[in-house]
């Protein structure tokens, strides 16, 4: 069984405080160099409530109140967009639209959602601004085994509008398991992957 890590009582401290003063679970975890399970037990030992729910309750959220949210989420709004405007993260949104019984949208309802297309719609690196010369480079480096993050950097774009761009091109994306062997194939002929 494995060793439990025991952290000095004013490191305890001084990472509770920082979550008190709203600093992300991803910080906090980087500062310390922790695993976030080491982290929820520190939470779980120091009695500090760390779900959405418990911490409206605490008021560790500051004025942040669930009806909004959910009046918000309700009326059409992203987890990201409520996110940002109440200044907590978006597993907190989730958390308390989940205990408040909202039904979560579907992948599909949010990417045809109005404010996903305006959110979007404003992306200045659109595939719709590339020259034609871009756009058949775009599939022939797909085609020739590139990563959407790779076309992405590579041509200043979205890899949402990639993806769209590249369905709407008829060409066939590859799954996951295919970009994974592909990806295990590219590693091993680079010498990075045994």
Do not use: C, W
């Amino acid at each position: 069984m494995a060793k439990k890590k025991v952290l000095p009582a004013d490191q305890v401290k001084s990472i509770i405080k920082d979550f008190d003063n709203h600093v992300p679970f991803k910080e906090i975890m980087a500062k310390y160099n922790l695993y976030f399970k080491v982290l929820k037990t520190v939470f779980k030992d120091g009695g500090v409530e760390t779900s959405a729910k418990g911490r409206v309750r605490e008021g560790r959220m500051g004025s942040v109140k669930q009806e909004s949210i959910i009046a918000d989420y309700e009326a059409g709004s992203l987890m990201s967009s409520i996110a940002r405007k109440y200044d907590i993260e978006m597993y907190d949104v989730r958390s308390i639209l989940t205990e408040n019984n909202v039904r979560i949208k579907t992948r599909e309802e949010v990417t045809s959602s109005e404010e996903f297309s305006k959110s979007i719609s404003g992306y200045s690196g659109a595939v719709d601004k590339l020259s034609d010369d871009q756009k058949a480079g775009i599939i022939a480096d797909y085609a020739e085994g590139a990563y959407m993050r790779e076309l992405s950097k590579k041509y200043s774009t979205s890899p949402v509008y990639l993806r769209r761009f590249l369905v709407e091109s008829g060409v066939e994306i590859r799954s996951m398991k295919e970009a994974r062997e592909m990806f295990v194939k590219r590693e091993q002929a680079e010498g990075r992957m045994d």
